[in-house]
Structure formats: structure tokens, C-alpha cells
């Protein structure tokens, strides 16, 4: 088993505090006695996605037992997309200080010098994984491996085209998926929790539905497909609604809540349940205008609609069931607090925390939640909620605990509020400045991380030439086609961390009259200048897969299955340079027929001799 050496430094930490020497690692009881953790995160399930929360159109009794069960925090607060909630949870801070401004394309990377959850726990001797769409960074010192989880299986990107037996990557190597993809990714947690047992451990469950493509298991759909929807009680949210996409959505949430009863059950088979700490949320609102009681907004939007998440923790030895905590809180106060309740040091993180531990309310019914304001920013959209008000950069100003569904600004009657809520905001502004995408900016890959074997470069960090094309506008999970030209190229601009020998794979598509294209690879720097070829020999006439399985029209790129194509051995040096993909020969007719479709490009270190 390959242990990095991150986590090897642990186990020599821990033999020393075992012979009583010490070795700096903080461990404030003994890690027997220590809780474990199991935090399940859904992409795109809105707020109002639970029976829970009012919702007639499905039943989620699994995840409403954990509010049962345990404690509610009745307005938390997350990003209006995918990778900067990740980003709070992970670091603790606001995203707009770690560094992520985008979905893809290198933006949703969290900054190197960031100290995550993941590298607090490890370091406490806790065991750690994570399962499912990391969407953090991609390549090292970004990949999750880098950044405190022992084991990772999913994928690094924001979103993924296919769900069925969909190629994965496990630690960095590529591997194929077994069945539907929630499933397994459940399967992988429990699988872990087994083998961990005897241990504390942290697990990481960041599961990558209800977001589209809406592709849906067919014991799932029959239970929804025809299914009357009752809609929304806000007025837009009804108009504007998609019947069978949110007939998709919400079988994606039951399949949700269907894992989340396996997972509640493992925990009973093990006699783990009352010494593990179970959190669920989400990262934004839905992704749909659907049900989300009364709320305005939906995910992208910095309203209430776009923002507001369950969260639910259930710790049976220490937290009383059946509570609900009143007050604001975020994705920014999971760490800090799970954390306390561990007895797990934060360390030394890249800058001072924002969020705060909610250890005590959670832990003592008479404590008052603290007076605060939580900031938000996405795409030049800015807000800020306290305890009672939400006020947005526009001016508008709601009271949300008479008017949760923000219908009527009330700015005008709170002169004084509003002065001191924009004042805030820009204070806050100043200090952290959001930034915008810029898709003219230079995104740089780091490539050969020294502690990593593998290193992806999918298509989707790749720039194009001449008449090639992405397949799709969102670059996540497309591939490269309609490579017609031997003057057109595929390029990466890259950052090799350590210099060396690298075994290069292609993963490719394309027809049998294609059959004899030359592909060579070059590597580019000042005065450097590396290259080799390899002949197309195999055809891979894959068309687009599982398409049968969309209950709703996909917006993303359709999904195809890769053969390997072995580039042979190149030499990269360190440092800043450039990675080209060309075809000196291409074969096939014209259109369709010509030419390769690639999706990935993957680099593995040669071990030196």
C-alpha cells in the first residue's frame, strides 16, 4: 500500500507518543476514546429537497432521522456554487481568501499554502478518505491526496458526463466506476468505515447528485417518472419550473436518502453509531426552480434561495436529540467545530479563520447562538446576513425572520441597519476581493509533484488551436474533437514540480478509417525542446454512452468511452513550459471520420534507477 509521506510522518509521531518520547503532534485525549466523523455533502440539493423541510413530493426518511436524531441548525449558510462551499468547509475561511473564483479551468483550486480539515485530522492519527467529486484542484499539490485524505476514489472535476461504470480515479490512477455511481461511491465509504473500525476515522462523502447530467437508475425513476409534481408556493419558482427535470432531480434525492440509510446502517451493524459524528449538507440551492419552501433564488443567486442548506448533526454520545439551533452559521464553522468536538488542533492555518465553533449550542441547549454576519460573493453578486437581516449590494435590505421568502425590502423603514450592513460588506470586500473569471488569464497545471506518481491533464485544462473544438461550452467533463488539421494543437501550460522520466497515455476515441494517425507530444521550454511519436493502431468507434439514462435534457457534454493509447517515455525538466499534443498525420475522411478525439492525457513517473 503506497503511504505518503505526509501520513508517514503521523505514524512515526504516534510510535513516539506510544513509547512516550513525543513528537508534536497535538492529540488533546486519547484517539481510542476519539469520535469519528462522517460528513455527507450533495451537489445541487436545494434546501427544500427534504421531507424535512415541507417538501410533498418526496420522502427522505433517512436524512430527516438525523435531524431526529440529532441537532438541527435551523439558517446555515453555504455559496451559491459548487467549489467555493467546498472551499469553506475544507479551509474554514471564505473562499475569496484561499484563492477560488471558478468552477473549472484551475479557479476552483484552493491554494497550496490553505490548511485543510483533511491535514488537521491526519495529523490527529485519524484515519482519512474521500469519496465522490472533490472539485478543489485537480492535479498536485491540489489533488485531495495532497491535502490530509490517506484514500481518494471519484473525480476532481465540477461535474461529471456519465454516471453508469464511469471512469474514476482512485489515488490518482484511473480506474472504472461499478454501477451507478452514488452507489459505489456509498459503497466505498462503508468499505473504508469496515476496514477502520478499530480506528478513529474521517470520511469525506461529497456525493455528485442531484447535479445534471439527470441521469437516474431505473429502479429509481419508475417511482417518479408520470409523477404529478406539486409546485412551489412562491409564484416564479412554479412558472418557471421543469416537470421532468425536477421529477429527475428528485429521484436523484431519493436514491440520496437511500445511501444515506445504508450508510446509518453500517454505522448500527458496527456498533459505531453513538461514537460517530454524521453531518449532512449542501453546497448551493437547486438546480432548478422546484420546490425550495418559498425561497427566493436558486442555485447561483446570493438570495436565500441560492444559499441557504440543511445541515444536520447527529452524535448520539454527546449531542441531545431533537434540537434545533436557532442563529446563523455556515460551511465556514464545520471545521473549527468539528474539530472541538473531536479535541482535534486546527493548526496553523494560511490566515485567521472565519468560521467559529458551534461546540457550544450544539452542546448546550440554554447557550445563545453569538450575534455575526456571514458574507457571500459569486460572479460580481454580493450579500450579507445577520442574525435577522439580509442586505445585497443593490441596496435592498429583508427581514427575514418576517419575511424568510425576501419579497419586500424594508431598506427604506432601516436606515441605520442598511448603513451598517454596507458598511460591512465593503469592509469585507476590501479585505477579501472577490475576483471574477477572467478567461484570457493564463491558467498554469503543476505537473510531477515529487510525493505523486500521476499526474491528469485532462481536456478540460487544455487550450485548442485552428478548427479543433471542446464538446462542450462547460469544459468539466469534455474532450477535444473535430481535429481535422496537422497544423491544429492540444496544449498545456505547465509548472513540472520535479523534473524526470514520464510514461505518457492518451485516452482517445475515434473511427477505424482514422486507423494511422500519428500523434506527437512535445515538450517546450527556453532553449528545451523534448518530443515523441506514436501511431494510432486500434480503432475506438465510441459514440456517446448511457444517454438512455437522461431523464432531462443535458446541458453538458455527452460521455464516451476512452481507449489508452501509450505515447511512450518523454524527459520534462522543471520548471514553467509548455506541453503540445499534435498530429503529424491524420487519417480518415473528411467530417466526422477523420482524425482523434481525446479526452485525457495522463503522465506517470518513471522511478529513477
Not at 442555485?299 to 431533537?322: F, M, N, Q
Amino acid at each position: 500500500m503506497r503511504v505518503i509521506p505526509h501520513f508517514r510522518d503521523v505514524l512515526i509521531g504516534l510510535l513516539f507518543l506510544a513509547i512516550g518520547i513525543g513528537a508534536g503532534v497535538s492529540c488533546r485525549a486519547d484517539s481510542s476514546s476519539r469520535p469519528n466523523v462522517l460528513v455527507v455533502l450533495t451537489d445541487d440539493q436545494g434546501w427544500g429537497d427534504l421531507s424535512l423541510h415541507g417538501n410533498p413530493n418526496l420522502q427522505t426518511p433517512h436524512i430527516d432521522s438525523l435531524a431526529r436524531d440529532g441537532v438541527q441548525i435551523q439558517n446555515f449558510y453555504v455559496c451559491a456554487v459548487c467549489s467555493p462551499t467546498r472551499a469553506e468547509f475544507l479551509t474554514g475561511r471564505y473562499h475569496t481568501r484561499s484563492g477560488v473564483f471558478s468552477t473549472s479551468a484551475g479557479g476552483e483550486r484552493i491554494d497550496a499554502a490553505e490548511r485543510t480539515i483533511g491535514d488537521a485530522f491526519q495529523e490527529a492519527g485519524y484515519a482519512t478518505a474521500a469519496f465522490g467529486k472533490w472539485h478543489s484542484g485537480m492535479q498536485a499539490p491540489y489533488h485531495p491526496n495532497s491535502r490530509g485524505f490517506e484514500e481518494f476514489y471519484g473525480f476532481c472535476s465540477g461535474h461529471w458526463g456519465n454516471y453508469f461504470s464511469p471512469m474514476l480515479e482512485h489515488n490518482g490512477e484511473i480506474v472504472q466506476g461499478k454501477g451507478f455511481i452514488v452507489d459505489d461511491l456509498t459503497n466505498h465509504a462503508i468499505d473504508f468505515i469496515e476496514q477502520h473500525r478499530a480506528d478513529p476515522f474521517f470520511v469525506y462523502l461529497p456525493l455528485n447528485t442531484p447535479h445534471s447530467p439527470m441521469q437516474v437508475p431505473d429502479e429509481d425513476w419508475k417511482k417518479f417518472e408520470g409523477k404529478e409534481i406539486v409546485p412551489d408556493s412562491r409564484p416564479e419558482n412554479a412558472k418557471q419550473e421543469d416537470v421532468q427535470h425536477t421529477r429527475a432531480a428528485l429521484a436523484l434525492c431519493q436514491n440520496i436518502d437511500d445511501n444515506v440509510g445504508r450508510l446509518l446502517g453500517a454505522l448500527d451493524r458496527l456498533s459505531l453509531s453513538e461514537n460517530t459524528i454524521v453531518v449532512f449538507f449542501c453546497d448551493n440551492g437547486p438546480n432548478g426552480s422546484r420546490f425550495n419552501g418559498g425561497l427566493r433564488g436558486r442555485k447561483g443567486a446570493v438570495h436565500e434561495g441560492g444559499l441557504r442548506s440543511p445541515c444536520l448533526i447527529r452524535y448520539p454520545e454527546k449531542l441531545e436529540a431533537g434540537r434545533t439551533v436557532g442563529g446563523i452559521a455556515g460551511a465556514i464553522d464545520l471545521f473549527p467545530t468539528l474539530a472541538d468536538l473531536c479535541e482535534v488542533e486546527v493548526g496553523a492555518t494560511a490566515g485567521p479563520l472565519d468560521g467559529m465553533s458551534l461546540q457550544g449550542v450544539l452542546n448546550d441547549p440554554k447557550e445563545l447562538p453569538a450575534q455575526r454576519l456571514i458574507f457571500t460573493a459569486w460572479k460580481g453578486k454580493l450579500s450579507v446576513r445577520s442574525n435577522q437581516y439580509r442586505y445585497h449590494q443593490n441596496g435592498d435590505l429583508f427581514d427575514l425572520q418576517a419575511d424568510p421568502g425576501e419579497t419586500r425590502s424594508v431598506a427604506k423603514e432601516n436606515a441605520a441597519v442598511v448603513a451598517r450592513m454596507k458598511g460591512a460588506l465593503e469592509d469585507w470586500t476590501q479585505e477579501t476581493k472577490p475576483r471574477e473569471r477572467n478567461y484570457s488569464e493564463e491558467q498554469v497545471f503543476p505537473v510531477g509533484h515529487p510525493d505523486h506518481a500521476w499526474t491528469q491533464l485532462p481536456a478540460r485544462d487544455a487550450q485548442a488551436t485552428g478548427e479543433i473544438r471542446r464538446s462542450n461550452r462547460f469544459p468539466n467533463s469534455s474532450y477535444m474533437t473535430h481535429w481535422h488539421s496537422e497544423a491544429d494543437a492540444v496544449t498545456w501550460d505547465v509548472d513540472v514540480l520535479a523534473g524526470g522520466q514520464f510514461e505518457v497515455e492518451l485516452h482517445y476515441a475515434c473511427p477505424e478509417s482514422a486507423v494511422g494517425t500519428r500523434l506527437q507530444l512535445e515538450w517546450q521550454q527556453p532553449g528545451v525542446m523534448e518530443a515523441i511519436q506514436s501511431v494510432v493502431t486500434e480503432a475506438n468507434p465510441s459514440g456517446a454512452i448511457h444517454l438512455d439514462k437522461d431523464r432531462s435534457k443535458r446541458v453538458e457534454s455527452d460521455e464516451k468511452r476512452w481507449a489508452k493509447l501509450s505515447l511512450g517515455r518523454i524527459a520534462l525538466s522543471e520548471g514553467r513550459g509548455r506541453l503540445s499534443l499534435t498530429c503529424p498525420r491524420i487519417m480518415g475522411e473528411d467530417g466526422e471520420h477523420r482524425g482523434v478525439e481525446i479526452r485525457l492525457m495522463m503522465l506517470h513517473r518513471v522511478p529513477a534507477e
